[in-house]
């Protein structure tokens, strides 16, 4: 018998996958709002999925995109809540944001390459009236690089083909621009900034630029309000993916969190039985487009309504199974706390 050929380059047996199969994630009812401080480099969605992820939930979705670029707050809507989310999304917003004067940018951010410089020579007081150029109604052209769609298209797929289309301009309100620093040094101008819904605040920077006569593009951001809730209430990621389940379930707040400044309703028991089954109430307040509903108990959050002609007419109500997880469930009852 011939010995083994110890120079046979025959390929070996392939070894088998032995890997073991990744754990599939058991799923479960969470109800309630997360106030997560976003951090920087991550999408929204991606934020959102490693939250959902952490959490075991069935059903999440966010109430407002916040750009990779950007940090700062992003409310997570967990099960009940997220039939409450459009109130979140058509919040007014609040956000710091530092300018970097002198520069603009493709894209007008700081990733953006430089397509222009300019000298820098500004007094504080051009810069307060700059600013106050922008606070009250105005129109501003949304960017190139944002999510808003031409004709089913992303606005930014387009720029990223070198594409520009026309946009219309939409009618924004800046509520208030507060300059917070200005260093002459580095050419960062710090501004607080407090709008509704739809600003684009690169855009803001950009006409602030403009203004000036040096032109900016946008060099940091954060996000700081929705609403009434607050980037102090929030936690940063790698602090949640730090704690247990039990912790992570005692922040969330209860969906009324996002309704603060809506009139409430409280009903006594039979009333409230009858409200959530989708029966018309008659109440003794004033009409009103939205209001918040509870049973006897004001922790109970029943659902959103409106009141015209003097009922009480059901708009998103929890269901039965809902509204009995959050009065067994006290963590979910936790009060926002809001300025």
Known sequence: MNPPDLDDDTPAAATPDVRAPRPRIVRRAVHGVLLLDKPLGLSSNDALQKVKRLFRAEKAGHTGTLDPLATGLLPICFGAATKFSQASLEADKAYEATLRLGQRTVGGDREGEVIEE??????????QAACARFVGEIDQIPPMHSALKKDG??????ARAGVEVERPARRIT????DILSWDAEALHLRIAVRCTKGTYVRTLAEDIGAALGCGAHLAALQRTGSGRLRVAEALPLDQLEAMSEAERDALLYSPDCMLHDWPQVVLPPAEAERFIAGMRRKVAQPDAPAVRVYGPNPAVFLGSAHIEGGELIADRLLSPAEVQALMLNPRNARQAVIA
């Open 118 to 127: 300019k000298p820098v020579n500004v007094t504080p007081e051009q810069l």
């Open 153 to 158: 298209k992303a606005l930014y797929k387009y």
């Open 174 to 177: 800046i509520h208030s621009l």
